[in-house]
């Protein structure tokens, strides 16, 4: 039976949540009914449990029911009570908002002039920001409206942080829209964006940072002057990445970064360098982590790219310290995996092959990689019986599984090319040009280059 969402979300909560989630609990203000803190207590020491499990004297299943719902709504409550608590200056302005309404004018003006100066001096200067400002603005003229100052109202200023605030987040969401479309291959209704942008068009608003990151990265996208304006956004990147949020800031590397890959697959080498200082930055500003974790494919690529510079040193620091931010579920692997790349780059051929043997890769395409691996390393080291077993595994390997798409023919080529290589008078030119021809026309094979480095001299 499928767990509860009460249970899950008391599974998925750290223990700081949770200890700070019982004291919520035993608050009378938030929860009234005793039983519902006795369910809480039960199932906070049987975090294995289900819904089905609850104790004997939450009685009748009716019950169970309304206790159960209780105590979801008192979680629910704590988790956007815990959000709220991220957002110190949006609760700023709702006590601003609350003392108005008591007619404690002088109070809330004294308490406007605390939540302005707090917002000054916070270093962030993001879409959150922004929101906030705009939303000072309307309490300072509403409380000029209470007390009688109509002339001395900041409509203006109030306008002016409207329309910056919308725009930020009418820019961030176009991006989306921008990246989900490459995907999808859907056209969307982009509603009053067309009109922002025309309307930003140089536009003093273009001098905010965050406005400036997300139209230029939104333009790069797009592909209109595309390289200026990813020059520009990683400029602002380069200069302001620590003043955004790191939701924002993770938005804003990942256009960045994919501007570049999408080069880099146009055969455009020097994005190579460029998506490597990329990943650099954003590793250094946190960027590239969401909730503490570096997705393991965001690791293989930083991987990748930097064993494609040569910049050894530099990438084994990364593996070994990175490492521990991968999800635990697939840590070793990913580690393993690319350390023996690492390994295999630099020529120690030994330690390569231990890491590549020391496990079965859950995922296909990363199993598929590694056993090529193994084989390259065979063919080098001259052990042609362990490269044939090795070949074989992996044709057997494709067979057993039937949805790889054109990934399955690549591989296929592969353990083709590489029998070939074997087979093949190293000695006569004219069996060597002729391997080197059909690997070179070869439609699909991302180990064309490693193959055509077996056949050297024309």
């Known amino acids: 039976m499928a767990s509860t969402p009460l249970i899950q979300i008391l599974r998925a ?13 035993a608050s009378p203000y938030h929860v009234t009914h005793p039983e519902v803190l006795r369910l809480f207590g ?24 309304h206790l159960t719902n209780y105590l979801l709504e008192a979680v629910e409550k704590f ?13 700023n302005v709702a006590t601003v908002a609350a003392l108005r309404r008591l007619h404690l004018d002088e109070i809330s003006a004294g308490m406007l002039r605390y939540a302005r100066k707090r917002l000054e001096s916070d270093l962030q200067r993001g879409s959150a920001y922004h929101r906030s400002d705009y939303l000072m603005h309307l309490e300072s003229y509403y409380l000029s409206q209470q007390e009688g100052r109509a002339r001395s109202a900041n409509v203006q200023e109030l306008s002016d942080a409207e329309d910056i605030s919308f725009i930020c987040e009418k820019l961030r969401t176009g991006c989306l829209l921008l990246s989900h479309q490459a995907v999808s291959k859907r056209e969307y209704n982009k509603g009053l ?44 990147l380069h200069g302001h990445a620590g003043y955004f949020s790191l939701a924002e800031t993770h938005d804003l590397y990942l256009m960045a970064i994919n501007f570049c890959i999408r080069r880099i697959n146009q055969a455009e080498e020097r994005y190579f360098r460029e998506v490597f200082e990329l990943y650099q930055s954003g590793l250094q500003h946190g960027a590239l982590l969401e ?11 930083i991987a990748v790219t930097a064993l494609r510079l040569l910049e050894f040193d530099w990438v084994g620091r990364f593996l070994r310290d990175f490492a521990q ?3 635990e579920s697939h840590r070793e692997a990913a580690f393993n995996f690319n350390i023996a790349r690492y390994y295999y780059d630099t020529g120690d051929y030994n330690q390569a092959m231990q890491h ?85 026309q070869w439609p699909v094979l991302t ?3 490693w193959l055509l480095r077996q056949l050297p001299d024309r």
Not at 79 to 91: D, I, M, S, V, Y
Request: proline letters at 4%; aromatic letters at 10%.
């Open 325 to 327: 931010f991968l999800p």
């Open 42 to 65: 039960f199932l906070k020491s049987n975090p294995g449990g289900d819904a089905v499990l609850l104790p004997p004297e939450t009685g009748r299943p009716r019950r169970k029911y």
């Open 79 to 91: 988790l956007a009570l815990e959000t709220w608590n991220q957002r110190p200056h949006e609760q």
């Open 193 to 236: 964006l067309d009109n922002v942008l025309q309307f930003l068009n140089g536009h003093r608003y273009l001098e905010i940072p965050i406005i400036a990151a997300y139209y230029h990265g939104y333009f790069a996208q797009l592909g209109q002057d595309a390289d200026r304006h990813f020059d520009r956004l990683k400029q602002l």
């Open 291 to 301: 909730n503490g974790i570096l997705s393991r494919w965001t690791y293989n690529n």
């Open 356 to 440: 590549l043997l020391r496990m079965e890769y859950d995922d296909v395409l990363q199993n598929l990689a590694a056993k090529t691996m193994l084989c390259k390393i065979y063919y080098e080291l001259g052990e042609a019986d362990a490269l044939e077993n090795q070949l074989d595994s992996i044709h057997i390997y494709l067979r057993r599984k039937k949805v790889l798409g054109y990934h399955k023919e690549n591989y296929t080529a592969i353990v083709r090319f590489m029998r070939k290589l074997l087979a093949t008078n190293h000695h006569s030119a004219s069996e060597k040009e002729k391997l080197r021809r059909e690997i070179e």
């Open 447 to 449: 180990e064309r280059e």
């Open 13 to 25: 909560l750290p223990a700081t949540s949770m200890r700070a989630l019982e004291k919520f609990v």
